[in-house]
């Protein structure tokens, strides 16, 4: 499919969907409701999502509360898998328009499969996951990735997918609602606003036969060129902030999980303080944070054409950038050991800045990042809104972003930041609970620049 025919396939798709979602008062959610006694929003049949609440203590399960909001707790592991297969020696990802309920502008380039535990057991009692088959079972193709994978630890309590690249061995019949892309138009793709979602660039990261080679050096541009050996090499020690081995990273990632203290649990969602719940939303009494509303869709794409269900609605769009310079000629990004309290392990290696919606620069605390951020800062070599997961989340929207700094910006920096290159943090990828989810989206931003 050549850039031109892929255009033209999606605005056909867009068209076809019959889409639509409105919102609506949570006593017209069909199979949802309030528990007696907890509050707790969840499904009949005891599957899917709840929301509950997230109650956060200094130092222990004995100290006091520092605050506490609603959370989605999904226990059940769902998968987000890429099919690849080669064309003419060229290999190709089996890509999906799908629909997702928040989703700003209705379908996003999607993965092959992207489904929970919940709707792959047909739990809604619509149709199967296409393609499913090539990554469960005995029809399963050859696994080249395999490896569970955090989501947004501030709106999710410990939610992990199993993100997974299968190269199918045999004839893969074409749907309608798929095409298959190359690599480098993938990389392409990546350059325009909400069009490839989250779980598709989450699993992209995770693709180590996407990183340049040496081969791919222009030569004529300083940039490109440090990007390319950024993917190579794995850097030189020239301070502490400056790490030259794998063992070096860990033991500052250990250490920056060791300054934790504090504790999380989830509480019933009628025990978070600070929040009210009406007949259309549960939402926090200064409404400065996101909201929980319910919606109803319909969409002939689907498993299911038509269902209601709840959703996490944010205020605003957040924003998350990478600052990065060539330390001697090596492209290097810094990166943060940020806390988040609904992470399974508490902290994750995340981008220098990460801002929630309604967060402004004031929230950013090193002054030099602050001076970085500003306008005229530093070289924007990557500017685009991209949407969060829109299963759960409606209208997420999040502005990442890789500014270059000059020479002037320093390496060393504070022990929560260190500087690291695209490949120790592409090698970290084969294990889990070591990148962000932010982080994952911005690694497959990088390639865009390649």
């Given amino acids: ?16 969907g019959g889409f639509s979602v409105e919102r609506i008062a949570f006593d017209d959610l069909d199979a949802w409701g309030f528990e007696p006694g907890t509050g707790n929003l969840g499904h009949t049949s005891g599957r899917f999502f709840t929301v509950e609440g997230l109650q956060v203590r200094a130092g222990g399960n004995g100290g006091a509360e520092l605050w506490s909001q609603p959370v989605i707790n999904q226990p059940e592991i769902g998968i987000l898998g890429i099919l690849v297969k080669e064309f003419d020696g060229v290999l190709h990802c089996l890509m999906q328009a799908k629909m997702e309920p928040g989703n700003a502008n209705t379908i996003q380039l999607s993965p092959t499969v992207q489904a929970t535990r919940s709707n792959y057991m047909k739990v809604h009692q619509g149709s199967g996951t296409r393609y499913l088959e090539h990554f469960t079972g005995p029809r399963r193709g050859q696994v080249l990735v395999d490896v569970l994978q955090s989501e947004q630890g501030a709106w999710f309590w410990r939610k992990r997918n199993r993100n997974m690249v299968v190269l199918a061995t045999g004839d893969v019949p074409l749907h309608e609602n798929f095409c298959w892309l190359t690599i480098d138009q993938l990389r392409a793709l990546m350059t325009a606003d909400n069009l490839v979602n989250m779980d598709a660039r989450t ?39 400056v790490p030259d081995s794998a063992g070096a990273i860990l033991s500052w990632f250990t250490e920056a999980k060791t300054r934790c203290d504090w504790t999380a649990r989830l509480v019933p969602l009628s025990q978070v303080a600070g929040w009210r719940r009406d007949d259309w939303e549960i939402t926090d009494e200064k409404a400065e944070n996101f909201r929980i509303i319910a919606v109803r869709v319909a969409a002939g794409t689907r498993e299911v054409t038509r269902w209601t269900q709840p959703l996490l609605y944010p205020r605003g769009e957040g924003r998350a950038v990478f600052v990065a310079r060539s330390i001697g000629g090596v492209l290097h990004l810094l990166v943060r050991a940020r806390p988040e309290y609904g992470l399974m392990d508490q902290v994750e290696m995340a981008p220098t800045v990460h801002l929630h919606p309604g967060q402004g620069l004031d929230a950013v605390q090193e002054d030099f990042l602050r001076e970085a951020l500003q306008p005229g800062g530093g070289t924007v070599r990557y500017d685009h809104v991209l949407s969060e997961e829109g299963g759960r989340f409606h209208h997420a929207l999040t502005r990442y972003q890789i500014i ?3 020479e002037d910006f320093p390496l060393d920096v504070p022990p929560h930041l260190c500087w690291m290159t695209a490949r120790q943090l592409t090698d970290l990828l084969r294990h889990g609970h070591y990148l962000n989810i932010e982080a994952r989206s911005l690694l497959t931003c990088l390639l865009s620049l390649c």
């Fill in 1 to 16: 499919m050549s850039t031109a025919e892929f255009h033209a396939w999606w605005a056909e798709r867009r068209q076809a």
């Fill in 203 to 241: 699993v992209l990261s995770c693709m180590p036969f996407m990183l340049p080679d040496e081969a791919e050096r222009t030569g004529g541009d300083a940039f490109r060129d440090a990007l390319v050996r950024s993917y190579q090499y794995q850097g030189a020690a020239r301070s502490r902030s």
């Fill in 404 to 406: 270059e700094a000059g």
